[in-house]
C-alpha cells in the first residue's frame, strides 16, 4: 500500500529541472549579448520556480541564500536546532552527530546547557585543527566508515542526527546504516538531505566523498523506510511543524524524524 509523505520536508518539493531552450541553428553566430541575456533569464527562471515551489511552498530567501552561498545539509541543523529542542525537548541531552565536519557541530552541540554530544566522522579528516585533534582525542568524535557497524552499544545516545552522508550511500550500504541509526538511538533518529537537484558540495570535495551525491525525493525516502521497516515519528513531525510554523522557518534541506527501535 502506498504510503503518502509526511511532516514539513514532504511539503517542500522533491525538485525539478527546469528545460533549457534549443540549441540554435548552427550556421548562425550568436551575439555574446544574446548569450549573456540566455543566462541571466534562465537564472531568474529558476530562481523563481524555488520561490513559487508547488502548491505555493517553496524555499524562502535565507534558505536560498544558504545554498548559493554553498550551504550544506549539516549547516542547516543550527538553523533548524531550536525548532528540534521544542520537537524533542529533554531527548536533546544526548545527541550523536554522524556527518562531514562533525567536529564543528559537535563543538557548539557541546555549548548548549545540558547537553552531551559525540560525533563520527565518515570520511578521512586531512586538514583537521586543533580542536577537531583534541575531541579525536578524548574519543568524542571518531571517524568511522558508516557502511559497517557503527561502534557503539544498543541506545547508547538518546537522538542521533545524520547529515550529509546518506547521500553518498547506494542501497545496498543505506540498508545497513538507517538499523544502525535506530540501533545506537533510544528516543529517535533525524535525517537531513538534499533536495534533488540541489548541489550540497563543490566539485574539489568529490574526491573526499568518493561519489556524487545522490539526491533522493522525499517520496523515494518514504518508500525506503516503509521497506525497511522503520517508523516515522509523526509526534515529533508534529510538534517540529508547530515550532516552525511560528517563525516561521522553512528548511533548505529534507528532514526526516524517525523512530529508534524498540
Known amino acids: 500500500m502506498s504510503r503518502r509523505p509526511s511532516g514539513l520536508s514532504r511539503r517542500l518539493g522533491d525538485g525539478a529541472s527546469v528545460p533549457f531552450m534549443g540549441s540554435l541553428h548552427p550556421k548562425s553566430r550568436p551575439s555574446p549579448y ?7 533569464l534562465g537564472a531568474f ?19 536560498l541564500s544558504r545554498l548559493e552561498a554553498g550551504g550544506s545539509c549539516t549547516s542547516e541543523i543550527f ?6 529542542k521544542k520537537a524533542y525537548g529533554d531527548s536533546m541531552h544526548k545527541i550523536l552527530h554522524v556527518g562531514p565536519d562533525t567536529c564543528a557541530v559537535v563543538s557548539n552541540l557541546l555549548k548548549e546547557e545540558d547537553t552531551e554530544a559525540w560525533g563520527v566522522e565518515p570520511y578521512e579528516l586531512d586538514d583537521s585543527d586543533a580542536n577537531c585533534n583534541s575531541l579525536i582525542r578524548k574519543g568524542i568524535v571518531r571517524v568511522a566508515d558508516i557502511k559497517f557497524p557503527l561502534p557503539y552499544r544498543s541506545k547508547s545516545f538518546s537522538l542521533v542526527i545524520v547529515s550529509d552522508a546518506l547521500d553518498y550511500l547506494s542501497p545496498k550500504y543505506l540498508n545497513k546504516t ?71 522557518y522553512q528548511p533548505a534541506c529534507q528532514i526526516f524524524h524517525l523512530k529508534s527501535f524498540l
Open 34 to 40: 544574446l548569450s549573456v541575456g540566455l543566462l541571466v
Open 45 to 63: 527562471l529558476i530562481i523563481g520556480y524555488l520561490f513559487s515551489g508547488s502548491g505555493g511552498n517553496g524555499y524562502d530567501k535565507a534558505a
Open 79 to 84: 538553523q533548524a536546532l531550536p525548532y528540534l
Open 178 to 248: 538507517l538499523p544502525e541509526l535506530a540501533r545506537v538511538s533510544s528516543e529517535g533518529f533525524i535525517i537531513l538531505s538534499g533536495h534533488p537537484g540541489q548541489r550540497t558540495s563543490k566539485v574539489s570535495e568529490l574526491s573526499k566523498f568518493g561519489r556524487p551525491a545522490k539526491l533522493r525525493s522525499a517520496t523515494w525516502w518514504i518508500r525506503f523506510f516503509v521497506q525497511n521497516r522503520i517508523e516515522e515519528n509523526e509526534d515529533a513531525i508534529k510538534k517540529f511543524e508547530l515550532a516552525a510554523a511560528k517563525k516561521p
